[in-house]
């Protein structure tokens, strides 16, 4: 395993991709209400990229046809926007990924669609905590192990489920680089961290078990069960300083919670 750790000034740029993400993730969230389709949504967030003189990560890579993954209810990953139509009560887990200059910024939320079932409401609350929860492990001297055992201890805390057979990457010039980032694991295990490492951490978690499977379009991933499901995605920096979320939400810039 070879991770790169990034110089100040490589830094830099990832965080001027990143920003562009915080945009797009932003105009997306504003959209989204019953009655909007999920093509509708993809041709909004690639318009704004390319407006910024960037280019969605996702769109071609591996084969992969649009600009965002937009997975609803039981799907975790890898959705593929279309005809789906927002409806209340949903919750829609929005993946996208921005390179900009040859550097790449990668980032999830999971939004409810109108009013929401209370264990939709817990699902998103509790994996948004554990992003956070798993970001404020990310500095030196830490181990990786320390960010995975954040995810699942309050995930599995609050009595829901780490899918463990998907993980979040290392990230730079490529979106996927060393290390593999699991959301569950003991705590000091794995690599020492180290300042200049970049990771995209991403907890993807069920109301219910954690098995999953695949769709028949060879892309989207499903619980098993069918059991609603949320994923938040972080591009986190470690630095001297702390954590650099290089994707922020409005209430997290430079600095973890």
Not at 1 to 11: C, F, H, Q, T, V
Not at 216 to 229: E, H, N, P, V
Not at 249 to 257: D, I, K, M, P
């Amino acid at each position: 395993m070879a991770i790169i750790r990034k110089s100040p000034r490589e830094l830099d740029k990832m965080a001027a991709a990143g920003a562009i993400l915080v945009e797009v993730h932003d105009l997306v969230a504003s959209m989204i209400r019953p009655g909007v389709t999920t093509a509708e949504l993809d041709g909004a967030a690639e318009e704004l990229i390319r407006s910024r003189r960037a280019k969605p990560t996702f769109k071609g890579y591996r084969g992969f046809p649009a600009s965002l993954c937009t997975s609803p209810n039981a799907m975790v990953v890898h959705g593929i926007p279309g005809p789906y139509t927002l409806q209340e009560g949903d919750v829609l887990s929005v993946d996208c990924g921005v390179t900009k200059n040859g550097w790449v910024a990668d980032a999830a939320r999971t939004h409810p669609v109108g009013d929401v079932a209370v264990v939709a409401d817990k699902l998103l609350e509790v994996t948004r905590r554990s992003l956070l929860d798993a970001t404020e492990q990310c500095r030196p001297g830490n181990h990786l192990g320390d960010v995975s055992n954040a995810v699942q201890r309050r995930v599995e805390d609050e009595g829901l489920s780490v899918v463990r057979s998907l993980v979040g990457h290392g990230i730079g010039r490529d979106m996927h680089e060393d290390p593999q980032v699991p959301n569950h694991g003991p705590a000091g295990s794995g690599p020492r961290l180290e300042e200049g490492m970049v990771l995209a951490v991403e907890p993807m978690v069920t109301a219910g078990r954690p098995a999953v499977r695949m769709g028949t379009d060879g892309w989207s991933i499903y619980s098993q069960d069918g059991s609603l499901a949320a994923h938040f995605e972080f591009t986190v920096a470690i630095t001297a300083q702390g954590p650099w979320v290089l994707t922020p939400w409005h209430e997290h810039a430079r600095q973890a919670a």
